[in-house]
């Protein structure tokens, strides 16, 4: 084996570390803000909808959780078996770790030819940095608020009690609120709306059935899946705004709705296929 090809595996590192370092310095970078157009920054509005969910969410805890949990428990078997068997698509795990792998090996590749190939090169790799982004971001923030609140997951301490909340204890059995499998389908909804409006109603049902699938295997409240749900969608809607403020892949229009930048066509991502693979 020649000097040249031993050198090519660290060549390809480098490449993935510098690339990687300039996508986060993208990212971070100040964004394009209008300051005639405040609606960029809707604080007022998160602020009321934060106040209507707490106040939902109370009377949720109180009149919905403990009798729709009593209900699922007189399911049939074979209903509980068919969503116990697809609960777990609701990991993510199972979204992170594809986008993660694929936008390494993006960041990895020799330098193209034309610029061309370079603009579809990096317009996959913006799309598929923004899918990661809404996802990992909501379920961060999951991860860390739901220990912080501590609520018991149903049935938790001998007996169905939606009350039972034991803050800080930093376990999973009281890591009910919000409900992460569902946090991560919303978000992936709105990441896969946002790219292929097209898909948008695959999407959907695809997130309902992981939202019914933790109640049905009383895993979670369905308040924690309303929860698990709003983080989703929400978190997922602002890196949308955070990658539209720095125009990568979105921009906004007129009325302050984030619009997809026209993506590269079939034909050209077939094109830059055959270019990576001829090298």
Known sequence: MSAQDAGAPLAAWRRCLNNIGVAFATLVRKPHIDPKRPWLLPRRELAIAAAVAIVVFVLGMLLIDGPTTR???????????FFDSITDYGKSGYVLWPLGLVFLVLAALPPLGSRMQQRVLAAIMVRVGFLFTAVALPGLFDTTIKRLIGRARPLVGGSLDPT??????????????????????????????????????????????????????????????AAGAVVGIVGAVMVRRWFAMRRLGFSFGPDGTPHQYPGPSLKRIKAVARAVLAD
């Open 164 to 225: 039972l909340f034991h803050p800080f204890i930093w376990r999973s059995d009281y890591a009910s609120l919000p409900s992460g499998h569902v946090t991560t389908s919303f978000a992936l909804m709105v990441g896969v709306a946002s790219l292929w409006p097209r898909a948008r109603t695959y999407a959907l049902i695809y997130a309902l059935m992981i939202a019914i699938s933790r109640v049905v295997v009383t895993a979670h409240y369905p308040t924690d899946v």
């Open 71 to 81: 209900l699922v428990q007189r399911l049939p078997r074979w209903i509980v078996s």
